[in-house]
């Protein structure tokens, strides 16, 4: 997010791409092989308004990866001792998956802090912020957007598709002066409800399983996806003191059948709600095909536009 507080970016680097119609199908099927699903979804916000949205999804034969390097089509993610930097080369998507326009630019991150430990979701499900703060620089020459800010990286990593395993989850990350927070509250669909809490400065941070979880319905997406404020509990430990946490969203910036993104009250920061019961339904899967630009392979060395 912009140091104004203007902008917002979020851009995802998908292998096995778990928000694909095509992806869901082959599952189905049992012919499922997830480095034949990538995707790189990018969405900018300015305040309220949306205005850049590419989401495509790919095939194996796009994917490049190495020890410090992801690549996506035209697009990377690479990494060194400093932080991450990220190339961006796009078509933006529309409806119907038809591209709308062109996405170039770069984004760099350089964290202010070492890796946070990772975390178990759920059986087979693991969460770790490798950046939990750190200075962005997004460069977008293409929309002629160029902020400074404060940056997140993170990353998801399962061995089931997510449906499976959870029925929901709320996910919300706060910057208040040289705070951070990160609080993570999953429903698995075995066992019981579960909320982590990362919390630091800029020199450290730690994370914990939290006992107190409180949530309370504030509002309810254009889709009739209810959002919750949530309050969690962080135990005490030799580096900080018990904390309560409290994050009330205010302005919903992303509206789908089964996803919302939005921006909290109280400091900076972004948050998001998923309802994997909502995902499953095949109609749902259906409409997301119309937000997706699938790329093809027609032959050797030429990418052919679905």
């Not at 951070?180 to 020199?203: I, K, M, N, T, W």
Request: glycine share 10%; aromatic share 8%.
């Amino acid at each position: 997010m912009s140091d104004c507080g203007r902008y917002s970016i979020v851009a995802i680097f998908c292998v096995g791409f778990v928000f694909s119609p095509s992806y869901a199908a082959a599952r189905r099927l049992g012919r499922a092989d997830p480095t034949a699903h990538v995707a790189v979804n990018v969405v900018v916000h300015d305040r309220h308004r949306r205005v850049v949205w590419a989401m495509n999804e790919r095939g194996s034969d796009a994917r490049r990866a190495s020890r410090h390097a992801l690549t996506l089509g035209r697009s990377q993610l690479s990494c060194d001792e400093k932080g991450v930097s990220v190339a961006l080369d796009e078509p933006e998507t529309a409806f119907f998956g038809r591209k709308k326009g062109h996405l170039v630019g770069t984004l760099r991150l350089d964290a202010e802090q070492g890796a946070a430990p990772s975390v178990k979701l759920a059986d087979g499900h693991a969460w770790r912020a490798f950046i939990p703060s750190g200075r962005i620089r997004v460069e977008l020459p293409s929309h002629g957007i160029s902020f400074g800010g404060d940056g997140y990286l993170d990353a998801n990593r399962g061995v089931e598709p997510l449906e499976r395993a959870f029925s929901k989850w709320s996910w919300v990350r706060r910057r208040r002066g040289d705070r951070v927070d990160v609080v993570y509250d999953v429903h698995p669909r075995q066992g019981e409800r579960r909320a982590f809490l990362l919390s630091g400065d800029r020199h450290h941070v730690a994370v914990s399983e939290v006992a107190h979880v409180r949530t309370r319905a504030t509002q309810r997406t254009g889709f009739g996806l209810e959002i919750d404020s949530l309050e969690v509990g962080g135990a005490p430990s030799s580096r900080r003191p018990p904390s309560r946490i409290f994050v009330e969203p205010t302005v919903v910036i992303d509206d789908t059948p089964f996803y919302a993104r939005y921006r909290i009250a109280g400091g900076e920061g972004l948050g998001e709600t998923l309802d994997l019961d909502r995902f499953e339904n095949r109609f749902v899967q259906h409409l997301l095909g119309y937000r997706i630009h699938r790329e093809r392979r027609r032959a050797p060395g030429r990418l052919a536009d679905r």
